[in-house]
């Protein structure tokens, strides 16, 4: 018994070793070939918080700055070519820089790009979503997927009156206050924040009641979701 676990200490001791030494490794490669991204995070972190205005975007020792991408590749700051399997999330279906959505941009930037209006434009790419997809009854765009879920969770709530979100334990549902509960809870789960989260929406609107302000969680939620008041 003594022998079997000297040995399993031994050998968890040179993985462990192995691992620190590839860490190092890789470290220094990815140091000696990205250093004008480095002076750019040197600059960033003084303009914006983290470096970034995005936090998804952000790993140890500095992210890697982009310069420009075409179809399935990217390129960096410092001339290296990556393929790129995230494309922004799955929001870049056709790749980087597609000659005909460059080709639209260019059209539609030459006409204006933004007006406190309704446009035609807008209305044509709703009818389409609808056509392709016909079970959307109704199309609101949205400039981030936070307020997509902020308007989506106060259109819930003013529609079925009910006050109480269900999240999925770890989900990531953009960086509102009513969605950002227990994204990363890893083994073992962090107890939830005091307080609330944010008013939501208002008690009444036209007449109607449409919720109550997120609170602590209610006990006994069922496993692996939250139940919020």
Not at 118 to 128: D, H, I, S, V
Request: glycine content about 12%; overall charge positive; charged content about 20%.
């Amino acid at each position: 018994m003594g022998t079997t676990a000297t040995t399993a200490a031994t050998a968890a001791a040179a993985s462990a070793a192995a691992t620190t030494h590839f860490a190092r490794e890789l470290l220094q490669r990815y140091t000696a070939r990205t250093p004008r991204s480095a002076d750019l995070y040197a600059r960033a972190v003084e303009a914006f918080p983290g470096g970034d205005t995005r936090t998804g975007t952000f790993f140890l020792p500095y992210p890697t700055f982009m310069s420009h991408g075409a179809g399935a590749r990217m390129w960096d700051v410092d001339g290296n070519a990556y393929v790129d399997f995230l494309g922004n999330f799955t929001s870049l279906i056709h790749g980087h820089a597609h000659p005909h959505i460059t080709a639209a941009i260019a059209r539609r930037a030459a006409q204006g790009t933004a007006f406190p209006f309704p446009g035609e434009a807008a209305l044509r790419l709703a009818e389409e979503i609808r056509r392709r997809v016909p079970s959307m009854e109704r199309v609101r765009f949205c400039n981030s997927g936070t307020e997509a879920v902020i308007g989506a969770i106060r259109a819930a709530r003013a529609f079925t009156g009910r006050a109480k979100v269900l999240k999925m334990e770890g989900g990531y549902h953009g960086s509102a206050d009513v969605a950002q509960v227990s994204v990363s809870p890893g083994m073992d789960a962090p107890p939830y924040p005091e307080g609330r989260a944010g008013a939501g929406v208002p008690r009444r609107r036209g007449g109607r009641r449409a919720g109550r302000p997120v609170q602590r969680p209610r006990d006994g939620a069922a496993p692996g979701a939250r139940a919020r008041r």
